[in-house]
């Protein structure tokens, strides 16, 4: 079908009811044929058991967490009640870009900018607010880079009475006020991190005074915090399998959605910080990779400066700079690896969840690292065709479509491209003013610095 | 049909398909039983007529702000075709505030904060980009206060393929950098007002050097360069009667929403600057009241600091701070009123369009006045309930909401309360954080202040 087809159709948005909210998440793990491999207690070196885990999670998320066997897990009906808030959010068909682009190409984007909060995040808060209030927890800490995830779970402890911690990585936390301000009106208290309120913090502010921080020393403190606080449990935005799992619902609507639009994708893109908004869009189709039914391509997009899935090792690491969580095998960069200060600050992690990186050992994924200043043009060229300037994060699902439309205008072809738009960039506004006055810079990773990295890495473990 | 049913339904959101998008505007002013007082031309004081009008505006635009025949206007295929990029807009069940707030009321809110650009306002960007690039004019100007109107017309501008020129007024050019860096993301040519690009600029700022602008005066400068720029045409945000007429999207698509709610509003508000976000709801709605069909109230919410409607006068007065601009048939402060500095950018404008006045002295709406701080603790309970940040515009229909809601309740019986949610405030944390920190006043509007700008008015006319 062609453009102009849909354009008689006058369909450009593919809507879904309320009703169309998916009633079960999608468990990819029950339904891979080589299982990733499992966590490791840091102390023991042996298999985590659950129950390891009910120190720093809520019960019903450890299970969730080393869950191999169920393929759907019930979404909650208080959690699937609040995903109405903003869901089913909109398929799109970006035809402004695809006219700009002169391509022939289909380009599909899903639309996770629509939350309140303005990002993907809020599928998994709503869920660990949840269950940790279901189970008489009162308080909960966590980390947040950019301030999406801080953002959704602000507005999720809210709903559900809980006290909550965040602490922001400090380039952040100045870099992006506003997010800080929004958790704060949710009653949030917000720390910038590294900070003096651990012992994680202390060590490294006394070791690196000027430290700006990462996502792995936020989550060192965040982790501290929750052990030492009685009645507390720490949360994640991104890595995990749970995370990934309460996900799955992007890429669950997005499967219903396209065939509405009577296509199905050639190449699936999402950027990759973590994992969490890739794994939700992508899981739910790579099960019909698993299954034999489609071949697809899935490629992650991650940042030039923290490019864990291209040139990363696949080791054991831990999840924090500090090495208070289990030990996840992942591609990894390290977890002392400090990565640029680019804007994408959610892209800006050393390691890979356990699934992904089992998925990229077999094959069934791919992955491209995008230059930060080739992030930008692809954002600004997408919000001047779609209206949406999309979050920086995003910028790079954009970039690696981009390169896929072009492609396939070079070899003469259509082909179906969906990506996901994991948030938008209202709050992100500094680096465009940045990237326009052209003071941005690539910060690419050099062979040097990662051939360094990965030395020491391999003295860890 | 009580909460509990609803819950039942498991309905929040009330939506409508891309089909469902009104094929035509609601032109009220056909329909209206006392027709407002024509518009002056400032030269003659004569009643204006289409063709003086051409030098300012794309002749569709004139034609359409003098229509007082045509009850619809058929929305042109290419407008209606990139509403669809957020349109339309979602119904929703406020059950969180509700809840909140313990009252039997029903309260539903119609959400254009969806909207990519953060408000209502590209609903009549998109038409006035439209016929501007339709007429073969090339470069257009326009004025914003907070920004909403500018970074949507932006967009629009951009779609289109014309040049633009914003003049945004100084306190918010400095409160709200992220509006200013949107606009120049989608390429347009953003000055501070007032400004020395203008002759109505360079006299205020040698008569005041540190006047941090209004809208009547950023209108003086955009009219101004507008008339002085070949092939070029101003465009408003608001006031106008054919900005009123495309905004009517909002309510058209209320109205079917409100069906499928199986309710009807005993009262709808919504804040009031212009008027373009109140029209847009309202006119559909009072349609029904001048037919006798139903009996509604129609509020006004508008801020305390800027009262025109609840305690200024009806005389004609200039839309602009320089007098460049049609005398309008306005219930207005006086076009030299200097707003205090509220964070709601876009409600400081010192008069009401000449339908909304006529409505307003006929008795078909009312009006309430809403003081600063009551604006953001609403915003705040708002938020923290719905999830949603709102516009601090917004905040004043949700603080005049809370109160219908509380009234509802000491009178123990329940009242249908539908508002217009105009825009988000994720671009406006900077008030939310003053709030938070007890740094914002009220600014309320003194008698003394009052009755010395009224008898100003007076002389001028």
Request: charged fraction near 20%.
């Amino acid at each position: 079908m062609s453009n102009q087809d849909y354009n008689k159709m006058g369909t450009k948005k593919f809507l879904l009811q309320e009703k169309d909210i998916p009633m079960a998440w999608y468990n990819i793990a029950a339904e891979m044929k080589n299982k990733p491999l499992p966590m490791l207690n840091p102390a023991t070196k042996k298999p985590i058991k659950e129950e390891d885990l009910y120190p720093i999670f809520a019960k019903a998320l450890a299970h969730q967490e080393l869950n191999q066997t169920d393929t759907w897990i019930e979404i909650p009906e208080e959690v699937r009640d609040l995903y109405k808030v903003w869901r089913p959010t909109p398929l799109v068909r970006a035809f402004g870009l695809e006219k700009a682009l002169d391509t022939p190409a289909h380009i599909y984007f899903k639309n996770e900018s629509v939350s309140p909060l303005g990002s993907h995040k809020l599928n998994s808060a709503l869920a660990q607010a949840y269950y940790c209030k279901k189970e008489g927890i009162t308080n909960i800490t966590t980390e947040t880079g950019a301030g999406q995830w801080g953002a959704a779970l602000s507005y999720a402890a809210k709903t559900f009475g809980l006290e909550l911690a965040v602490y922001m990585v400090k380039v952040s936390y100045h870099q992006k006020p506003y997010r800080r301000s929004i958790m704060q009106t949710f009653g949030a208290q917000v720390i910038a991190s590294p900070s003096m309120s651990t012992k994680a913090g202390r060590k490294i502010l006394t070791d690196h005074p000027t430290y700006q921080g990462s996502l792995g020393t936020a989550i060192s403190e965040a982790v501290e915090l929750a052990l030492s606080t009685p009645n507390c449990r720490y949360t994640l935005g991104s890595v995990l399998n749970h995370v990934a799992l309460h996900q799955t619902v992007i890429g669950l609507e997005a499967e219903k959605q396209m065939e509405m639009a009577g296509e199905y994708p050639d190449v699936l893109i999402a950027c990759f910080g973590g994992g969490s908004n890739f794994s939700g869009l992508c899981f739910p189709f790579i099960r019909h990779k698993i299954s034999g039914e489609h071949n697809l391509r899935v490629v992650a997009a991650e940042p030039a400066s923290c490019p864990k899935l291209t040139r990363g090792e696949f080791q054991y690491d831990y999840g924090d700079e500090a090495g208070l969580t289990p030990m996840i095998p992942m591609f990894t960069l390290g977890h002392s690896f400090e990565p640029a200060h680019i804007h994408a600050g959610g892209l800006r992690y050393h390691g890979a969840g356990s699934i992904v990186s089992q998925l990229r050992k077999d094959g069934l994924m791919d992955a491209v690292d995008i230059p930060q200043l080739e992030s930008f043009g692809a954002a600004t060229l997408f919000a001047q065709t779609e209206g949406i300037i999309p979050a920086p994060e995003s910028a790079h699902a954009i970039a690696a479509a981009i390169r896929e439309a072009k492609q396939a205008k070079e070899e003469g072809r259509s082909r179906v491209i969906l990506f996901n738009l994991s948030g938008h960039g209202l709050i992100d506004m500094t680096a465009y003013e940045q990237y326009l006055a052209g003071d941005l810079s690539n910060y690419n990773l050099s062979d040097a610095e990662l051939k360094k990295n990965l030395d020491e890495l391999e003295q860890i473990i």
